[in-house]
Nanobody, 124 residues
Framework: QVQLVESGGGLVQAGGSLRLSCAASGVTFSNYRMGWFRQTPGKERVFVATINRIGGTTVLADSVKGRFAISRDNAKNTVYLQMNSLKPEDTAAYFC?????????????????WGQGTQVTVSS
């Protein structure tokens, strides 16, 4: 059974940092491209970042470029999202996702498995 479990969310002041983690189990982690999305109430999930299977290629949404970074440790079956210079508009539930197939990396339908999400709240 595939399971993705996010952690590391919380409340932080604007300008602060958080590191989200997503631990995978029940999969051969290195076979999956990983992504992070975020969602606010009443809105669709929005792409944040993705990383390829071996971690050599990353893509970030324009809204987080220069502030966020995605990385992975295949030995630990974990993907990370380092978030720096946080802004109130970064407030959202953050979800990690795993994709086994070649598909749109910036769309939620391109991913096969999802975590339950972790809340990030940035106060002004």
């Amino acid at each position: 059974q595939v399971q993705l479990v996010e952690s590391g969310g919380g409340l932080v002041q604007a300008g602060g940092s958080l590191r989200l983690s997503c631990a995978a189990s029940g999969v051969t982690f290195s076979n999956y491209r990983m992504g992070w999305f975020r969602q606010t109430p009443g809105k669709e999930r929005v792409f944040v970042a993705t990383i390829n299977r071996i971690g050599g290629t990353t893509v970030l949404a324009d809204s987080v470029k220069g502030r966020f970074a995605i990385s992975r440790d295949n030995a630990k079956n974990t993907v990370y999202l380092q978030m720096n210079s946080l802004k109130p508009e970064d407030t959202a539930a953050y979800f990690c996702a795993a994709a086994a197939r070649a598909s749109r990396w910036d769309a939620s339908y391109g991913y096969d498995y999802w975590g339950q999400g972790t809340q990030v709240t940035v106060s002004s």
